[in-house]
């Protein structure tokens, strides 16, 4: 009876120290969330600051007297432009759904022979994907632009779609979350009489949902936000995007508030994604190997 007395007390003390631990864990991660989310806090406020509370030194971090003015400025802004406002906006839509689009259709068509296939050069070609990783896109800037001046991709709205499907972190994440499904599976559907056709559609599309959904969110915020493009190949203005006419809001101190604003607004399509969609991103960095 002693020794299953002092057992019992022992697992006590035990399950007391996990709980403590615990505890410990949430409000260190809790106070990481915090801090992380300061900058958005900030940008919110700041949007939302009068002309004074903008320049007040020294500055302060939330609004004391919150205004719209500065979003009513950055419309009368965008009213006197040459370029209607909403064909900025139409052309980023365009070229987002577009490039968007057409990044998960040809990703999860590469990762499907990769992940469930073997062939020549296999082993190779992914190793050449994963070595993509390790370079910068400014490495490839004058390539690049050769590149896309002979195909004859200046000053068109494919130059802001096609230079970026060639994406070998989008490849990756697909391959290695379809890489966690039994090709028990697919052996199944080829028992069944299905062509390949019908095991990518009908199998590996649907189990890559959360993938695809991971995909568009990593890559939004770069399309969404490209302004480079825009100063680099494009000319003609009716072809920019709204990233680009936000950088132009210019004017110094008269127009810090419609630049706060604007800033704001260029920021909250993308959060907004990430929250929607934050459960399906969890699941397939979980699944792809990356923690």
Known sequence: MAQTHVDIEHLKRARKRRDYGAIA??????????????????????????????????????????TTKNFSDLMNITSESLVPFSRYLFNTI??????????VWIGTMACYPLSKHKFPGQKALF?????????????????????NTRLGLVD???VYIIPGLANPTCLFLLKQFLDQVPDSIFEAGKIDGASEWQLYTRIALPLLRNAQATVVILTFGGIWGDAGTATTYIYREQLKTLAFFMTTIGGGIARAGAQAASA??????????????????MDTMAHSGIK
């Open 264 to 281: 704001l607004i260029m920021v909250l399509p993308g959060i907004i994604m990430f929250i929607l969609q934050q459960s399906r991103v």
């Open 25 to 66: 864990i949430t409000i260190f991660l809790s106070i990481g969330a915090l801090v992380s989310l300061l900058p958005l806090v900030y940008l919110v406020c700041h949007a939302f600051k009068p002309m004074e509370e903008l320049f007040l030194y020294p500055p302060r971090f939330f609004v004391k007297s919150p």
């Open 94 to 103: 365009l070229i987002t759904v577009a490039y968007l689009f057409l990044l």
């Open 156 to 158: 068109r709205y494919w």
């Open 127 to 147: 190793t050449t994907v994963t070595t993509a990783l390790m370079f910068v896109a400014a490495a490839a800037g004058i390539p690049l632009y050769i590149i």
